[in-house]
């Protein structure tokens, strides 16, 4: 199953830049009507068996490769690229012939060390700009690597460059701190410098802007320990987090950099604002030190908040993503780790219905008829108060039950997001009227409550979120809910 969403998200990322990148309306046209395909399909695959819906996804891949057909040669290829690895995972044939046109368009491929840019021969129209203007017009011409991947490195040269001032990119066009490497050559010379951290080591010498964004992107598709970056081209922060711990020693560079994105993104202003990312590929987090009992697993229902159709609240930069695609992404790593704590997860999604309480009430009898122990709705929190913070789980009164639910996972949110509890230790019980009454109430004898870890209006609120990732946040929810049943003693 996760395979399948993964597969969609990154279908829809490639689409959301075709997009951007699209130079007539009618492509535009069937691109969008490609992505509400999607979301149908996605509903669809969470509710049921992915394996029924395999055939519709092999129908929808030969629309996808019209697309790709279409756009080839009018976009940049860099979507192209990765095509054949989403046809292997889902065993799909997506055909990604390189445009025959545009023999030095591929972006860096990893390890081709034989390919070398010629330095010092900018070919953009702003190569007669210097410094921090320049390297931002230059790249926002980019076209090698996805727009998420720009943000999230330019977001880095920010910080790394201190927007360009330091000596290291005064002197040396080198705005990402990138110390030399065998590797490097042809990309850039060997300069000898004393770095901010004190340390004098040989740094990269970059002949010209464009050979330093080229070399950038050689040394982390060349750097061993950068192996697999190419998964999180959708996720801005997911490749952020993949990369940090081999960039730099500093413990807090993921949150300064992701703190970054919403700069950068406005400064590269390509049409795409990063956002709609996914394909977090991150292996599973360790497990070794969950408990996980032995013993016979408990039911819970998940439902998404919100539908496709009127997906909630957005999130402001680093996640840049609304209610019901973020926890979308949550819901399927809770699915793709809730065996290891026996668990039996079902994900249930609202279909959009001209009355909200109807809406709501039909994906509640859909979970009923699970059986859980216990139902749980995903959300995020918003407010015209942008300094809002902190996690709340709503719940109706008089449920012991619920109230045990709702204590088990805002420990658990606590102890992994570390945002403030809101009011009574997270707890915010609702009356008959009140925002999320409906779905607490719905089934009189499930406990039942409603989830809302973080703000997403909150910029604070979605770097700290950003940072830790959505599997994590998947993770936090499974050990609340074991947590729950362990303490209920809901196990056989
Ligand atoms: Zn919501």
Redesign the pocket.
Known sequence: MSDTLDTIEIIRGRLRDSFAQASTDEQKQKIKAELKRLSDLQEEVVLQEFESVADEIRALTSTLQQIIDNLTGVIGNFFLQDFDKIGTQAGLAIRTAPPPTQPNSGRPAKRDRSRQPAQGSDTTSSASLDGWAGLISTYRSYDKVSAELKIASLAQWIQESGRGTSPLARKYNNFGGIKYRARMQGYCTPVDYTGSDGDSTTYCNFSSLTAFIEGYWHFIASGDSYSGWERYSHNGAAYIRFIAPHYSADPNYITGVLRLFEESGSLLKQGSNGSGSSEDGAPAAPLSNVATPEGSTARVAIVI??NARSP??SAVSPLSRT?FVFNGEVAAYMLRNAAQYNLELKVFTRQSNPSVEREILAAYAEAAAFNPVCAVEL????SDNSAATGTEVLLAGGKPAAAALASSITSALRSSLGLPLRGNRGLSVVSRGDRGWISVSALPNVPSVLC?PFFGSNTSDCVTVAGLGEEKLALAYLRGLREFVLSRNLVA
């Open positions: 908040g919100h909630g609240s209610e959300h995020f929190n918003s809302e």
